[in-house]
């Protein structure tokens, strides 16, 4: 599976902004999707995912402000964010894997997103 995330951008806090991250492949539907970032000195954190049955899962921090969806037909996976904060500031990745196995196997390239005060 290879990914390849877009969107990314400056935008002034409190604006939005959607990411997309396109997946080759034809089993799409059967992958966990999940976004991760990383802010610059930080450790790389869990944002959110959609499995393969449905379910979606958010850092709690996050809810609310962040949706995640999929779009199966398009083999993308989608991250709207709203109401961005500067601290939101991060490379964010987009990850696969199959829905049996705990760990991500498959990452893009990363898209950065700036919040500007």
């Known amino acids: 599976v290879q990914l390849q995330a877009s969107g990314g951008g400056l935008v002034q806090a409190g604006g939005s902004l959607r990411l997309s991250c396109a997946a080759s492949?034809?089993?799409?539907?059967?992958?966990?999707m999940g976004w991760f970032r990383q802010a610059p000195g930080r450790e790389r954190e869990f944002v959110a995912a959609?499995?393969?049955?449905?379910?979606?899962n958010y850092t709690d921090s996050l809810k609310g402000r962040f949706t995640i969806s999929r779009d199966n037909a398009k083999n993308t996976v989608y991250l709207q964010m709203n109401s961005l904060k500067p601290e939101d500031t991060a490379v964010y990745y987009c990850?696969?894997?199959?829905?049996?196995?705990?760990?991500?196997?498959?990452w893009g390239q990363g898209t950065l997103v700036t919040v500007s005060s």
């Open positions: 990850a696969a894997k199959i829905g049996s196995r705990r760990v991500y196997e498959y």
């Open positions: 492949g034809r089993t799409f539907s059967t992958y966990d």
């Open positions: 959609f499995r393969w049955n449905g379910a979606t």
